[in-house]
């Protein structure tokens, strides 16, 4: 299948998680990025923008009743940025994981700023 955009993980924090999962769940997780890489229109189950946030979305997982979710972002169009993952264990995603994940952002953008000098 070809690609309509990029999925790269920033830093470290994408693969720490995924490490931490089984061999099924990792399967799942690879299942949802081969959707949002080549998927012109990702499924609102998949990957859902979060309300009240600059551009964050949460790549979503589900195994039987275990949920997932990944915390990601666009650059431009094509790129769709990696960060923080968990095991969701309530209604509501955890606050400190959404502000984690936007402090990664910050970060990616300041690190590409400083990188391109733009």
Not at 53 to 68: C, F, K, M, P, V
Not at 74 to 84: A, H, R, S, T
Not at 95 to 102: G, S
Request: hydrophobic share 35%; aromatic share 12%; glycine share 6%.
């Amino acid at each position: 299948m070809d690609k309509i955009r990029e999925v790269v993980a920033y830093k470290h924090h994408f693969e720490e998680f995924l490490n931490d999962q089984t061999t099924k769940v990792q399967d799942k997780i690879f299942k949802i990025i081969e959707a949002i890489e080549t998927l012109e229109r990702v499924p609102g189950n998949y990957l859902k923008h979060l309300t009240g946030t600059d551009g964050l979305y949460e790549a979503r997982i589900q195994l039987g009743s275990n949920i997932w979710r990944v915390f990601c972002f666009f650059d431009g169009n094509q790129l769709v940025i990696l960060l923080n993952g968990f095991q969701k264990k309530s209604q509501k995603t955890p606050k400190k994981e959404i502000e984690r994940a936007e402090r990664l952002m910050k970060e990616y953008y300041q690190y590409k700023a400083n990188e391109y000098g733009n």
